[in-house]
């Protein structure tokens, strides 16, 4: 039977993990401290830096100390919520300014068109910001992929290896958990969803990733109802 909504991760299950390791995030790296220091009045940022001031424990740090741990962050790979949002408004000035595209494979292009046309609301969940993972399908190879989507999920709703989050999610898009199946290539988050209620498929592109106990596919065209 198929699900009522479909929630899918990015990295390595839309998207290539290279993209985000090898493009994004180096971009994000170069830009970021320039970005900080000309946007660092304008209320949005004011309000992430300080956000990444309260995860510090420092109240009082100053702008280019702010600046020195979110470098050392993006070093980390570290999940924290105000660098995920200042990378995603770094990463719009490029998407925007045609410095790339966001990738997609050509697989998950037809799946999500496919599962849209038959009528399954589709929901993304990254540790990217909501707004760095429109700027991806919006601005993706294969052009602007945004109104195949009923909603975005980040950290904000809870981090991804937490029951909890997947529970959460199921609450805010108004079905039960077991009617909705996550797609993602790490075992450990497709271990929460399934704890939360929720169907779970691994989708699993690349040598390297961990099996889990979940239905396993390696591309999106391999996923039948």
């Not at 190879?141 to 992929?145: E, R, S, T, V």
């Not at 889990?212 to 396993?216: A, D, E, I, K, L």
């Given at each position: 039977m198929p699900p009522r909504a479909i929630l899918?991760?990015?990295?390595?299950?839309?998207?290539?993990?290279?993209?985000v390791h090898d493009v994004l995030f180096p971009y994000?790296?170069?830009a970021l401290p320039e970005f900080v220091r000309e946007h660092r009045n304008e209320p949005d940022v004011v309000a992430l830096l300080d956000e990444a001031r309260g995860e510090i424990g420092d109240p009082?740090?100053?702008?280019?100390g702010v600046i020195e741990t979110l470098l050392a962050w993006i070093d980390e790979d570290r999940k924290a919520t105000p660098l995920k949002a200042l990378q995603g408004l770094v990463w719009e000035h490029g998407y925007r300014a045609g410095d790339f595209t966001g990738h997609v494979y050509d697989d998950a292009v037809r799946g999500l068109r496919r599962w849209h046309d038959a009528?399954?609301?589709l929901?993304?969940?990254s540790s990217g910001s909501t707004r760095a993972q429109q700027l991806l399908f919006g601005h993706s190879?294969?052009?602007?992929?945004t109104p195949l989507f009923a909603g975005y999920f980040d950290t904000r709703i809870g981090h991804k290896?937490?029951?909890?989050?997947?529970?959460?999610?199921a609450q805010d898009i108004g079905l039960r958990p077991g009617d909705v199946l996550f797609l993602s290539d790490v075992a450990a988050e497709l271990d929460a969803a399934a704890e939360a209620g929720m169907r779970t498929m691994q989708v699993v592109r690349e040598d390297g990733v961990e099996p889990?106990?979940?239905?396993?596919v390696h591309d999106f065209d391999a996923i039948i109802f």
């Open positions: 899918t991760d990015i990295e390595g299950t839309t998207s290539s993990i290279g993209f994000a790296k170069s009082e740090a100053d702008v280019e009528g399954i609301p929901y993304v969940y190879d294969a052009g602007d992929l290896r937490d029951r909890a989050s997947y529970a959460a999610i889990g106990r979940h239905r396993t």
